[in-house]
């Protein structure tokens, strides 16, 4: 066989597999609780010029930290060991579960990333300090981060709300799900731990846009 067409089959079946990748929907990302913070907080909890140490890379410039820290509440109630995200933000902001408000005994709205008035306070603890923020804790709300050639595809514009499927052993609809379109974001679904596990989904799974 010649070069010219082993190129030839390689590509088509490079096609066929991205196809069938499409095909099959939007790739399910979940979001465990995490923090993200201002350089002013971070420099409070973890010394001053401190600077984020990427753990795993998520998408664009986003990662996943070595950096951890203690969440308390107004209640004194805490969880150690949540997870940074980066690059800093300019606003520190933290994003748990429904399940998580029952252990911290706090009542954070569901709020797309970033809207943080009237959300729950919460104290941060680092290891060289402690921050209290008066607004600053939500449940994030289910969302698709999309690419412009993928918006382009389904028709969708940033910010758009759609409702999706997944069809698993415990077939679920997500209705008045955000979608979010920049050039730096992977198409992906983002749920957190609750939705999850009610609905036996996993880091990987697909949902399928609905039409409306």
């Known amino acids: 066989m010649d070069n010219n067409l082993q190129d030839i089959i390689a590509n088509a079946v490079v096609s066929i597999l991205k196809q069938k990748e499409e095909s099959n ?24 010029g401190h600077e984020l140490t990427p753990k795993k890379m998520l998408m664009g410039d986003q990662f996943a930290a070595e950096e951890c820290v203690t969440l308390v509440s107004p209640s004194l109630r805490t ?25 911290l005994k706090v009542s954070p709205p569901v709020r797309p990333s970033g809207e943080l ?30 690419t412009p050639a993928d918006a382009e595809k389904y028709g969708i514009k940033d910010n758009d709300i759609v409702d999706v499927e997944i069809q698993n052993s415990k077939p679920t609809r997500f209705f008045n799900v955000q979608v979010r379109v920049r050039e730096d974001f992977n198409t992906e679904m983002h749920i957190d731990t609750d939705d999850a596990n009610a609905c036996a989904i996993k880091t990987g799974d697909r949902v399928m846009i609905l039409e409306k």
């Open 25 to 48: 929907g939007i790739k399910v990302g979940v979001s465990a609780r995490h923090v993200h913070l201002s350089q002013e907080d971070l420099e409070t909890l973890f010394g001053k």
């Open 117 to 146: 008035k009237g959300s729950a306070p919460m104290a941060l603890v680092g290891p060289k300090g402690s921050v209290f923020l008066n607004e600053c804790c939500i449940i994030a709300n289910r969302h698709i981060h999309m």
């Open 79 to 103: 969880i150690e060991g949540v997870r940074v995200l980066g690059p800093v933000r300019k606003q520190s902001q933290v994003e748990i579960s429904r399940t998580d408000t029952f252990k």
